[in-house]
């Protein structure tokens, strides 16, 4: 028996047209509460990564704990504005930003620029100075640390197109004092993301240390440093932790990062706040006999939820008809759309599936819904919350 479903809400699942996106928001608020007991009164601010899921219910509930918004467009920052969220808690990072979309950013006056190049340094300067503005800056640093995910997900090494590199340190401090509209007030680091490698972050923070270590014999005093996303999530077995260990992360972070007084440690989680608290809802169309193989053929695809079919990532698959049977059959679990990449899983283990049969793909609430499309002209799937049907 599976902790996010009970047979009451199978039962109204099953009422709704599919396919459509589920959400929990009892579990995405059991997750943030389990945030803000482990940060405790660590002076940390959470900066949640609006990327993963811009949901308007999602959003309200995030804001209302006070979290402040990671964003890496324009739209996103309109979006953050839209929802709520106070201009002092939204940061802006991303290495290509539009020059309208830095000055939609410095016209709001958010809390800060995450930059990442030295090109980038000087193009705020000028559109600060043509704004007759000063901007509050962080300096994106590539702190060359394996994140040991799926490379596609990997940002922190040298050869990604993320962030300023050491060896551009001289450089960057003798421009700095030419940069007259721009605070420098902060380092900004990500990684990567679905880090489920701990250690990971350890290596993380002794850069941090070192980075701001040379900042601070030129000089520089730094009100925050900004350590990215990245925790991830189980995806395996989502029942067995719906809620992300949060203790555990948290606690590298304060017992490697060397804070200065008065400075702030900033994080910008994405996945490991919204993840669990959805499923993609589906309804098996045809069972189809291969030749070595049987397929289960659903209703949503790869344009639903590309993360398969991109990342080769892992969602768990399970048929809400027949949870109780046993797993004794193997499909190929695939959408409709004509790629033959649009497959969600290869082999899975399911009871007998039959045409009708509803299907939970687990999971899915980062990095799912935002990132569909309507290739082949389907329609954008329903979202569908507990509170509506239950
Ligand atoms: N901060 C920055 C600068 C980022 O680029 C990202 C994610 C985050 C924070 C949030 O990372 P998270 O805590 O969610 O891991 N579409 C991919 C994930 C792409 C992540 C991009 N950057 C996927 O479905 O796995």
Request: aromatic share 10%.
């Amino acid at each position: 028996m599976s902790q996010f479903f009970e047979p009451k809400l199978i039962k109204a699942l099953k009422d709704q047209p599919t396919p459509f996106y589920y959400y929990d928001l009892d579990v995405l608020d059991q997750t943030l509460q389990a945030i803000k007991k482990a940060v405790g009164d660590s002076p940390y601010h959470i900066h949640y990564a609006i990327k993963a899921n811009a949901n308007p219910e999602i959003l309200k509930k995030i804001k209302s704990y006070g979290f402040g918004i990671d964003c890496v467009s324009g739209e996103e920052v309109a979006a953050a504005l839209k929802h709520g969220f106070r201009v002092e808690q939204i940061a802006f990072a991303g290495v290509g930003k539009r020059d309208d979309e830095i000055e939609l950013g410095i016209n709001a006056g958010i809390f800060t620029f995450n930059v990442e190049s030295l090109e980038e340094l000087q193009v705020i300067q000028e559109i600060a100075e043509k704004l007759d503005s000063e901007v509050n800056v962080a300096l994106r640093f590539n702190p060359n640390v394996n994140a040991k995910t799926h490379e596609y997900i990997t940002t922190g090494l040298e050869e990604n197109k993320f962030g300023i590199n050491e060896w551009e340190l001289d450089e960057l401090f003798e421009l700095m004092p030419k940069l007259k509209r721009l605070n420098i007030r902060g380092l900004h680091f990500h990684i990567g993301s679905q880090i489920t490698d701990l250690s990971v972050y350890k290596n993380l923070c002794n850069r941090v240390n070192d980075f701001q270590q040379k900042f601070r014999e030129r000089g520089y005093q730094l009100d925050h440093i900004n350590v990215g996303g990245g925790l991830g999530v189980n995806y395996d077995d989502p029942d067995a932790e719906l809620i992300p260990d949060f203790e555990r992360f948290f606690n590298i972070f304060k017992e490697f990062v060397h804070l200065y007084p008065r400075q702030r440690l900033h994080f910008e989680l994405g996945r490991a706040i919204v993840a669990q608290c959805s499923a993609l809802i589906s309804k098996v169309l045809y069972v189809k006999k291969g030749v070595k193989k049987n397929f289960a053929i659903l209703d949503a695809g790869m344009t639903e939820l590309i993360r398969p079919a991109l990342y080769q990532s892992y969602h768990k698959i399970q048929n809400l008809s027949r949870l109780d049977d046993d797993t004794d059959h193997a499909y190929d679990v695939v959408g409709p759309i004509c790629e033959s990449s649009d497959c969600f899983g290869k082999s899975v283990k399911l009871p007998e599936s039959k045409r009708g049969d509803i299907f939970a793909i687990r999971s899915t609430g980062a990095y799912g819904e935002v990132m569909r499309s309507n290739y082949n002209l389907r329609k954008d799937a329903k979202t569908i919350y507990k509170h509506e049907i239950l």
